[in-house]
């Protein structure tokens, strides 16, 4: 059986080089979040429509690893803080 080396997706030195924006664009870039996403999404039309950002939530917690950020606590306070970090995630200014 022989064993095939599967190229990085990205360096890691050069992702944290870039700006914010970019950053996250090219980190989320090959991953497709959409079955993950499905997972969260309301099945019943009925009542009230959903007003929360689950892609926005779950990229949130991806980044927070890359990041190094340790707690979920701190990571709201951080999205909370720096409007950049916020907006580039997906959340809505507000």
Do not use: C, H, W
């Given at each position: 059986?022989?064993i095939?080396q599967?190229?990085?997706?990205f ?5 944290q080089?870039l700006?914010?924006?970019v950053?996250y ?5 090959p991953l ?5 996403i499905?997972?969260?999404?309301k ?7 959903v007003?929360?950002?689950?892609e926005a939530?779950?990229?949130a917690?991806?980044v ?5 950020i340790?707690?979920?606590k701190a990571?709201v306070?951080r999205?909370?803080q720096?409007?950049r970090?916020?907006l580039?995630?997906g959340?809505?200014?507000g």
């Amino acid at each position: 059986m022989s064993i095939i080396q599967q190229p990085t997706l990205f360096d890691i030195q050069i992702l944290q080089e870039l700006e914010i924006e970019v950053k996250y664009q090219e980190f989320f870039s090959p991953l497709e979040l959409t079955p993950l996403i499905a997972l969260f999404q309301k099945e019943n039309t009925v009542g009230a429509p959903v007003t929360i950002n689950y892609e926005a939530a779950l990229r949130a917690v991806l980044v927070s690893f890359l990041e190094g950020i340790p707690t979920i606590k701190a990571l709201v306070m951080r999205i909370k803080q720096d409007v950049r970090f916020k907006l580039s995630l997906g959340f809505l200014f507000g």
